[in-house]
């Protein structure tokens, strides 16, 4: 399979997961808002579902990444290697889950801000991590084998399952709390696990491991014993990352739920979460896609990266300019009043606003960072871990100070506001250690499609982002400003479209000829 088919393949499948999966669970999140406290609203989000996240990145991303190196035609030692790699999920997960859970707990407790509901709600969603690592034998059988619609099919069936038991709970429960969440959570592993259980079987997963272990054990005919593969080293590398990552991407949630009043948390959760929409829906596969793609070479795998990194280039632009403009007018629509009027409005007004200029920053540093990971060995990928671990660190010390009361006696900024811009700080200094990384691989690879996009793509997001500030101070409904707002984004589109057909075409033309193929056979 080349290059492009990969892409192709893993992109659309993670797509559908994510559009089909992520968009019952907003669309749940919405609903719950209106319906419990936003006091609660916020723990789930801050709390409850940054320490489920903050467990399976710990556990599987890293052994996810290490084995979407081996396909099912790579040596027997690295087949073999993968699957007991995938089987180190669970007691990771069960380990690093305990030990976050309950020290986030006690600290809590410490500062009196005990509650036996987020305390239940915390480890019940744990029970249900553990469901999900459970299944990673199975999702590494079917990744090998080129199966990604399995994996797309139990993350929909996760996120409906999740949905429809928060859905449920707030129309039979009088009072909603917290621990809504931790059912929920259960749920979605529970289905995941389920969904690859009966499209790729632990038996099969099972079999594939033992009969990959007898031919290592043969090593008089020169087979490797599985300890010997490379993969464990790339492991241990990701390992590594997922720590700094597992920081970056939920500590200031963390942070947060123990540094603030839990009635200060609503406003940051709804934000965060309208916020990130774009980022798991659109960003994430991408981003998955790319990684697959690099890691397993290929002539064409860096121009392939190049045109994609010019297209995420262009939602960067985009998202800066007319993202800022429209977040009064999404809260309104999406959650009320409640969320756009008073302290909490305004403050959820701030967090929505700094979160678009993260999603920009994010839009452009996720696929380079995806490349660096993919792509570096020895002693670059040594330096890549270095400089994440540098980010890692100051991004700490940048949270602790934005979420301190000196903080914000001395900024005069809410700490949750002060997280967003922390991210958003640790985004682009990363990102410029990633452009170096990239314009260095261009440099060495000749005939590379360009990496930026063209100056008419930049004079089409400054026209954007002054029409969309104009119409922003223009006193609309909040569903006409939202109208008027998609209709600039469209015609913006359109004209950029026809200048960067080229890298669309480019990315489109591996899933076009893979399914003439199929249609041919």
């Known amino acids: 399979m080349s290059s492009e088919d990969v892409f192709a393949s893993s992109f659309v499948w993670n797509v559908v997961a994510q559009v089909v999966g992520r968009g019952a669970t907003f669309t749940a999140n919405v609903f719950v808002a209106r319906s419990v406290a ?18 399976i990145a710990l556990a599987r991303d890293p052994a996810r990444r290490a084995c979407s ?70 999702h590494t059988r079917a990744h090998a084998a080129g199966k990604y619609h399995v994996r797309s099919l139990a993350e929909s069936a996760g996120h409906w399952a999740r949905t429809i038991v928060l859905v449920v709970c707030c129309r039979l429960v009088e009072s909603p709390t ?80 123990i540094t603030a009043p839990d009635a200060n948390l609503g406003p940051y959760a709804v934000a965060s979460n309208l916020g990130s929409l774009v980022v798991r829906t659109v960003f ?9 793609t690099l890691s397993r070479g290929g002539a064409d795998a860096f121009a392939i990266y190049c045109h994609l990194q010019r297209l995420m280039l262009v939602i960067s632009i985009f998202a800066a300019a007319a993202g800022p403009p429209v977040c009064t007018s999404l809260l309104a629509l999406l959650y009320g009043q409640r969320y756009t009027g008073g302290v909490d409005g305004s403050e959820a007004v701030a967090c929505l606003t700094w979160y678009a200029w993260y999603v920009a920053a994010l839009a452009a540093n996720g696929v380079a960072e995806s490349h660096v990971h993919a792509t570096a060995v020895g002693a670059e990928l040594s330096r890549a871990n270095a400089v994440l671990a540098a980010a890692t660190v100051a991004h700490i010390a940048l949270c602790s100070f934005l979420a301190s009361p000196l903080g914000e006696l001395r900024l005069g900024m809410r700490p949750s ?33 360009s990496l930026v996009p063209s100056t008419f793509t930049f004079i089409v997001g400054g026209c954007l982002a002054m029409a969309s500030r104009a119409l922003g101070h223009m006193e609309l409904q909040p569903a006409i400003h939202a109208v008027g707002a998609v209709a600039l984004g469209g015609i913006a589109l359109v004209m950029v479209t026809f200048v960067e057909k080229d890298a669309i075409m480019a990315l489109v033309r591996g899933r076009y000829r893979r399914s003439t193929r199929q249609h041919s056979d």
């Open 69 to 138: 190196r081996a396909t099912l035609d790579a040596p027997k030692a690295d087949l073999t290697a993968s699957v007991r790699i995938s089987q180190l999920a669970v007691p990771i997960g069960l380990l690093a889950g305990v030990f976050l859970t309950e020290s986030v707990l006690f600290t809590r407790r410490v500062q009196g801000a005990a509650s036996a509901q987020t305390a239940f709600a915390a480890r019940v969603s744990l029970l249900g991590a553990v469901f999900e690592l459970a299944a990673e034998p199975m």
């Open 417 to 449: 506001v002060g997280l967003v811009i922390a991210g958003l700080v640790g985004s682009v200094a990363r990102l410029v250690y990633n452009a170096r990384y990239a314009a260095m691989r261009f440099r060495t690879t000749p005939g590379s499609p």
């Open 178 to 257: 917290v621990a809504i969440f931790g059912y929920a959570g259960v749920a979605y592993g529970v289905a995941v696990l389920a969904v690859y259980a009966t499209l790729s079987p632990a038996s099969a997963a099972l079999e594939w491991a033992r009969t990959s272990s007898e031919v290592t054990k043969e090593d008089n005919h020169g087979s490797k014993r599985p300890s010997s593969s490379p993969l464990w080293g790339v492991y241990r590398s990701f390992a590594q990352q997922s720590v700094q990552k597992a920081i970056l991407a939920e500590g200031e949630k963390l942070l947060l739920s």
């Open 284 to 292: 994430l596969p991408t981003e998955e896609a790319a990684f697959t």
């Open 38 to 55: 936003s006091s609660d609203y916020g723990i789930a989000h801050v709390l409850v579902a940054p320490l489920h996240a903050a467990v």
